[in-house]
C-alpha cells in the first residue's frame, strides 16, 4: 500500500457532501465528453481531434501537393501542442480519416498501410506517410485571414482554431459517430454535389423544409455503396425529425457458370461491416446448417469486393437465396440516423436536414464576413503606407537628406510631411532598390487596384444579398470540384425495394427438408423424434403421463392442432424441439388457456375437408386450409359455448357420415345435409335427452363402416346391415353394433 496523506489539523480543511462532489464532477466530466470529444460541430462537421490534426497538418505545410510526412511526427506535433491525449487516439482518427471505405470524402491522403475493409489494422505511425487532400485544403482556406475564432491552447503557449471555416459541407457529406454521456451521434455520409445542389436551394428558399429538400438528397451516399432499401417516406421522416435509421443492403448480381448454373457474386457490402467478419459469420452458419440453399462461400476479392455464394442446386432461386442471407447477416444492416451536433459550437441539438444545411450557410456567411473585414483592414494599411511611398518619391532629396543627418529622423519626417507612424516605419524600412523610376508608377496602379478592391469590399459588407450570391459563387465551385462527373463524385449508394418474396417462403427455403415424427402426449408436452417412427413404445415419458397423438411429418410442414375451444392453432415443425428428453410443453408455441385441452394434432396437407363437432352435437364441414391459423392465438373455426366444447373432427371422406352418443346411440345420415363453413356453430348433427356426442366418422356406402377395436383390430359393416341406424342429422339413432368400442370411439384418425 502507497503512503497515505493525512490533512493537517490546523489545515484548511472543507465538508462536502459526497453526492454534491460526486454530481459536480460527473457533470464536469459530461460536458467535457459532450464538447470535446463525441459530438461535431454542426459548422465544420468535425470533433477536435480531427480538427486538431487538420490544423496540425496545415502547420507543418502538408497541403495536397505536398511531399508525404510520417505519421508519427503528425501524431506528435498534434499530441504535443493541441491534443494532450493518447498518441494512439490522434493515430487512430488520422486512420480513418484516410480510409476511403470509412470516409466518403477522405480528408487525408494516406501512403502506407492504412488498413482494409477486412477490418485489418493500419501500419504503426513510424511506417505510415499522410498529407491532406483538396477536401481538407478546402475545410481549411481562409483559416489564416482571420475568418474563424481562435483560442488558446491546452498549455497557454499557442493559439488552435475553435471551429474551421469549412468550405466544404463536412458534417453531411463525411458523417460522424460518436458516443458521449446521456447522448449520442450518427450522421451517415451523403453525396457532396446533392448536398450543395441542396444548399443552393436553400440560399434561395430559407423557409424550405427537409422534406423539400429530398428532392436534392434522395438519402446517404456511403462510400462502401450498396442500396438502401427503406420507402421515400421513411427517409423523409428520418430528415425531417433528425433521427431514424437506413435499411442498407449489399449489392449483388448473378453470374451464369453455364449447363444453367450460376453463382452469385457480391460487389458492395454495407457500410461499416467488416467483410472477413461477415463470410466467417456466412461460413459459421452453414456449417450449423442454417443455410440450407447455399453450398459455399468464398472471398475473391482484390482491391474491389467480391464474395462469391454457390447454391446449394441449380433450382433455387437466388432472390430467395438472398433474403435468407440478409435475413441472417449483415449482408443487411441498419445504419441509424441521429443528427445530434453541437450548434454554433455550444448547444447539443437534434436538428433536420435543413437545419444542419442552414447552419453550415450561416457560418460560411460568417466566415465570408470575417474574411472581406480582414481584408479591408489590409487595404487600409497598405494604402495608407502607399501614401507615405508617393510622398517620400515625390520629396525623395528631402527625405534622404533627414534620414542622412537627424540623429532620429522619425519624428522629423512625422513633422515635415505630416506622415503617420505606419507611413514614417515605412519609408524607413524601405530598401534602396526601390527608389528607381518606374515604381512611383508601379505605386499609384497599385494604389487604384487597391481602392476599387476596396469599395466593391464596403459594397459586399453592406448587402446581405451579395454576400449570399458570393457564398453561392463558392458552393458552386466545391460542386463542380466534386459533381457527378468525377471519379470521387459520383453516387455509389443506390436505392431499391425489397422484392415481395413471401415470407412463408424464404422461411420454408430456410429449413433442410427432413422426415420427423411429432409426438404429442396427454399433458401437453410436444417433441419431434428424427425419422418416421412407426414403434413408438421406446419412447419415454415423465411420469402420470403418456402418448396421446403420433403423426409423420417432415421440418417444412405445418402442424394443424384443434383443441377443444373450437379453434385451430398452427405450429411450424422446423421449431418443435428435437426427440431428446421429453419435449416442451405445446402451450410454450400457442397462447392456449389453461383448461383447454387438444382433441386432435396432425399435418397439414391441404386441399382436405373436415367435418367438426361439440358435445351437443352440432357441427359443419370446414376446408382444411381454412383452419390455418396465422397467430399464436390461433383460429377460431367451431363457435362453442360456456358449457359446451369442441369434441370431434374426421376428414371428409365419403357421402355418409356416423355420429355416435356417450349414450352409445349411433345415427348415419347423407353427409349432403351438412352445410359447409367457415365459422359458425353448425347445425344440429344427432340429438341427446342425457351426455353428447362422443366421436364423427365419414364413409362410402361402397366400403361400409370400419372401426377399430380396443386392440387395433379393424371391423367392418356392410350398408345392408346398417339400414337400422340409417336416418337423417339431428335424429338420436339407436344403439351402436354389436361388438363397438366401449369408449364410443371409431378409432380413425385425421
Not at 478546402?138 to 491552447?153: A, K, M, Q, T, Y
Not at 470521387?488 to 427455403?509: Q, Y
Request: overall charge neutral; charged content about 30%.
Amino acid at each position: 500500500m502507497g503512503k497515505q496523506t493525512i490533512p493537517p489539523e490546523k489545515g484548511d480543511v472543507q465538508e462536502i457532501a459526497l453526492r454534491e462532489a460526486l454530481e459536480e464532477r460527473y457533470l464536469a466530466y459530461a460536458l467535457s465528453t459532450i464538447m470535446h470529444r463525441a459530438l461535431p460541430d454542426a459548422r465544420d462537421g468535425l470533433k477536435p481531434v480531427h480538427r486538431r490534426i487538420l490544423y496540425g497538418m496545415r502547420l507543418l505545410r502538408l497541403d495536397p501537393g505536398a511531399t508525404f510526412k510520417k505519421s508519427a511526427k503528425i501524431v506528435g506535433d498534434v499530441m504535443g501542442n493541441f491534443h494532450p491525449h493518447g498518441d494512439q487516439a490522434i493515430y487512430d482518427a488520422l486512420v480513418r480519416l484516410a480510409q476511403d471505405f470509412s470516409s466518403r470524402y477522405p480528408l487525408v491522403d494516406g501512403q502506407g498501410n492504412f488498413g482494409n475493409i477486412d477490418g485489418d489494422n493500419a501500419a504503426a505511425y513510424r511506417y505510415t506517410e499522410a498529407r491532406m487532400t483538396e477536401v481538407a485544403r478546402l475545410l481549411l482556406d481562409g483559416i489564416d485571414e482571420d475568418s474563424v475564432e481562435f483560442r488558446p491552447n491546452y498549455d497557454g503557449l499557442s493559439e488552435e482554431p475553435v471551429v474551421l471555416p469549412g468550405a466544404f459541407p463536412n458534417l453531411l457529406a463525411n458523417g460522424s459517430q460518436g458516443i458521449a454521456v446521456g447522448m449520442a451521434t450518427s450522421i451517415p455520409p451523403h453525396n457532396a454535389a446533392e448536398l450543395c445542389d441542396a444548399a443552393l436551394f436553400l440560399i434561395s428558399n430559407p423557409n424550405a423544409r427537409s422534406r423539400t429538400l429530398m428532392k436534392f438528397v434522395p438519402g446517404p451516399d456511403f462510400p462502401t455503396g450498396g442500396i438502401v432499401v427503406d420507402s421515400p417516406e421513411t427517409i423523409a421522416e428520418a430528415y425531417a425529425t433528425g433521427r431514424g435509421s437506413f435499411r442498407v443492403r449489399a449489392r449483388w448480381k448473378e453470374e451464369d457458370t453455364g449447363r444453367g448454373t450460376y453463382q452469385i457474386v457480391v460487389t458492395q457490402i454495407p457500410y461499416l461491416v467488416q467483410k472477413s467478419r461477415l463470410v466467417e459469420k456466412i461460413a459459421e452458419l452453414l456449417n450449423e446448417r442454417k443455410l440450407p440453399l447455399v453450398a459455399d462461400i468464398r472471398d475473391e476479392s482484390a482491391e474491389d469486393v467480391r464474395l462469391v455464394i454457390e447454391p446449394r442446386a441449380r433450382t433455387v432461386d437466388s432472390a430467395v437465396l438472398m433474403e435468407s442471407l440478409f435475413k441472417l447477416t449483415e449482408l443487411e444492416t441498419r445504419i441509424p440516423l441521429n443528427m445530434n451536433v453541437l450548434v454554433k459550437g455550444r448547444v447539443p441539438t437534434v436538428v433536420g436536414l435543413a437545419e444542419a444545411l442552414r447552419e453550415w450557410l450561416d457560418h460560411r456567411r460568417d466566415v465570408l464576413v470575417r474574411r472581406s473585414n480582414f481584408r479591408l483592414k489590409q487595404i487600409d494599411h497598405r494604402l495608407e503606407v502607399l501614401g507615405g511611398y508617393l510622398i517620400a518619391y515625390l520629396n525623395i532629396d528631402k527625405v534622404i537628406k533627414i534620414i542622412r543627418t537627424q540623429d532620429e529622423p522619425k519624428p522629423v519626417l512625422m513633422r515635415t510631411f505630416k506622415l503617420t507612424d505606419v507611413q514614417a516605419d515605412a519609408i524607413l524600412n524601405m530598401r534602396l532598390r526601390n527608389l528607381r523610376k518606374l515604381e512611383e508608377m508601379e505605386i499609384k496602379q497599385e494604389d487604384k487596384s487597391l481602392r476599387e478592391e476596396r469599395k466593391g469590399l464596403k459594397a459586399l459588407l453592406g448587402s446581405e444579398a451579395q454576400q449570399w450570391k458570393k457564398v453561392s459563387d463558392e458552393i458552386k465551385a466545391v460542386r463542380e470540384a466534386f459533381g457527378p462527373k468525377t471519379e470521387l463524385g459520383k453516387r455509389r449508394t443506390t436505392f431499391g425495394t425489397v422484392a415481395e418474396h413471401a415470407v412463408a417462403a424464404v422461411e420454408e427455403a430456410m429449413v433442410v427438408r427432413e422426415p420427423i415424427t411429432v409426438v404429442v402426449s396427454e399433458k401437453g408436452w410436444v417433441r419431434a423424434l428424427r425419422g418416421h417412427v412407426s414403434d413408438l413404445s421406446g419412447v419415454a415419458f415423465k411420469t402420470d403421463d403418456a402418448l396421446k397423438f403420433s403423426f409423420p411429418a417432415e421440418t417444412t410442414t405445418k402442424c394443424l392442432i384443434f383443441a377443444t375451444n373450437g379453434r385451430f392453432y398452427t405450429v411450424d415443425a422446423s421449431k418443435l424441439p428435437g426427440g431428446r428428453g421429453h419435449g416442451e410443453p405445446l402451450r410454450l408455441f400457442i397462447d392456449m388457456e389453461q383448461d383447454v385441452d387438444i382433441i386432435a394434432a396432425f399435418a397439414h396437407q391441404g386441399g382436405r375437408k373436415f367435418l367438426v363437432g361439440s358435445q351437443t352435437g352440432r357441427g359443419f364441414i370446414v376446408s382444411e386450409d381454412e383452419c390455418v391459423a396465422n397467430t399464436r392465438k390461433g383460429k377460431q373455426i367451431l363457435n362453442v359455448k360456456d358449457k359446451d366444447g369442441a369434441c370431434a373432427i374426421t376428414t371428409v371422406d365419403g357421402e355418409l357420415a356416423a355420429a355416435i352418443g356417450e349414450n352409445r346411440k349411433m345415427v348415419i345420415f347423407k353427409l349432403e345435409q351438412v352445410p359447409e363453413m367457415t365459422r359458425g356453430a353448425g347445425v344440429r348433427l344427432q340429438r341427446y335427452k342425457d351426455g353428447g356426442l362422443s366421436d364423427l366418422i365419414t364413409f362410402t356406402a361402397k366400403d361400409g363402416l370400419t372401426w377399430l377395436d380396443g386392440a387395433g383390430r379393424a371391423f367392418s359393416m356392410p350398408m345392408k346391415e346398417l339400414s337400422d341406424w340409417r336416418g337423417n342429422r339431428s335424429d338420436a339413432g339407436r344403439l351402436a353394433p354389436k361388438g363397438f368400442p366401449k369408449n364410443n370411439k371409431f378409432g380413425k384418425t385425421l
